[in-house]
């Protein structure tokens, strides 16, 4: 019984593995690290950005209102906002904005359509760089269960293996075969289905911040039409 219990412990497992099979178990571990890493570094980035879009959120207001636009430029670009989707958002359209108010322009052209576009471009670039990794966890979400069906097929093989070495389809002789099979396909359901969570739920985070940015770039760009529209008031 004692040895049984050592056969199908981990290490006896791994013992009794084919060197596919520990390929399949490696590669597995691999990827689930890998997830992992990113989940830490995403979920850190996206709380960092929440905190600090609410600075900026909180900020800000009051420096448009007051008409203090260098003030808010300045605020903006602060590097401890650096993790901000709204500090890039606001910045990219101040500074267009501040910056076709200070050139020589035909009186046709259209300052407010000028930042729009500025702000535009920047929450593309503010979308893509959230997204970084979040493809790699559909890629493990989806292979990893796929890989352990492999080391599963790998197992079945090495069990009709241990029935053709020992003449005879006893338990003893595919014990090692099915163990190896049924770990492969625990390990890569493990590792896939925390990668699908995690996916799922960076994804739902992604779209609030595109909202929020969408919000606040919508009251931005209402911010420079009332100040166009002023600026033709007094002329």
Known sequence: ME???????LAGM???MTWAGKGVVIVLIIMSIWSLTIAVERLYRFQKAKKESLQVALGVTPLLRDHKLEQAITFVKDKKFRHSHLARVLGAG??????E????LPEDFDIVESGKRAIEREMLMTTAEMKKGIGNLATISTTAPFVGLFGTVVGIINAFRGMALSGS???GAVSA???EALAATALGLFV???AVWMYNYFLNKIERFQVEMSNSASQLIDYFIKNAAKARTRV
């Open 3 to 9: 040895g049984m219990e050592a056969h199908f412990s």
């Open 14 to 16: 791994w013992e009794s």
């Open 94 to 99: 101040l500074t267009e904005f501040q910056y």
């Open 101 to 104: 108010k200070s050139q020589d």
């Open 169 to 171: 389809g006893g338990l």
């Open 177 to 179: 075969g099915i163990a």
């Open 192 to 194: 896939a289905v925390p």
